[in-house]
């Protein structure tokens, strides 16, 4: 089983911080996903990045896949309350047949 | 709204009894996969039908069972439930791996 390790757990910042939120795993994946979750629903697909060292920007949110398809990063500028939430990386089963998960970061952005 | 519905939102049982989860995908999908969340052990992936059939096992209890009807809407059964079952359990769909799941919004499962 491929395991996706993220970092932090927990990230507590101000409104108007940068931060970085990490996914990482001993193996190669063909691709991997990020994913926000908020209470009492279900994870919203942010992202899908597929080439080694690509970087995608979504407004303020920067996604990048390691040279060797084992890491991802998430970067948030200048964060907003309404960015509250837990990020979850995901990438396909060695079958390909279903999306493994991280355990996730919850961040907290306080106004 | 994610166009994937699930069914019933809450659900509180005893333990022992048996409750059917249902989920209608996003239309054009053909996969749905069911997966459990609970807080220590994050998004547990349990099974995925595909037109119908059924495609990859994950960590499925074998007192849980699932089956995906012609109309391509699904329906996760659990039985003899025990207290850790309490956890949220969503259903996603999708077109291909590539393209990433649409979820939808959850059962909460609360056994007591």
């Known amino acids: 089983t491929q395991l996706l390790e993220q970092s932090p757990q927990f990230l507590s910042i101000q409104e108007g911080e940068n931060l970085t939120v990490y996914c990482n795993s001993s193996s190669v994946f063909s691709s991997l996903q990020w994913y926000r979750q908020e209470p009492g629903e279900g994870p919203v697909l942010l992202v899908t990045v597929v080439t080694g060292g690509e970087v995608k920007k979504l407004k303020r949110l920067t996604f990048q896949f390691g040279d060797a398809r084992k890491d991802s990063s998430l970067h948030i500028t200048a964060a907003q309350t309404g960015d509250t939430g837990l990020y979850l990386c995901?990438?396909?089963?060695?079958?390909?047949?279903?999306?493994?998960f991280g355990a996730g970061t919850r961040l907290t952005v306080k106004p | 709204d994610s166009g994937v519905t699930q069914t019933p939102k809450h659900l509180i049982t005893a333990t022992g009894q048996r409750v059917t989860l249902r989920c209608s995908p996003r239309?054009?999908?053909?996969?749905v996969y069911w997966y459990q969340q609970s807080l220590d052990q994050g998004l547990q992936f349990l099974i995925q039908y595909y037109n119908g059939e059924e495609r990859a096992k994950g960590n499925i209890l074998e007192r849980f069972s699932a089956q995906q009807f012609p109309d391509l809407h699904s329906e996760l059964n659990l039985s003899s439930l025990e207290l850790g079952d309490s956890a949220l359990y969503f259903c996603a769909s999708a077109r291909g791996e590539i393209w990433g799941y649409t979820f939808g919004s959850g059962t909460r499962l609360t056994v007591v």
């Open positions: 995901a990438g396909p089963n060695y079958n390909n047949n279903d999306m493994r």
């Open positions: 239309s054009g999908d053909l996969s």
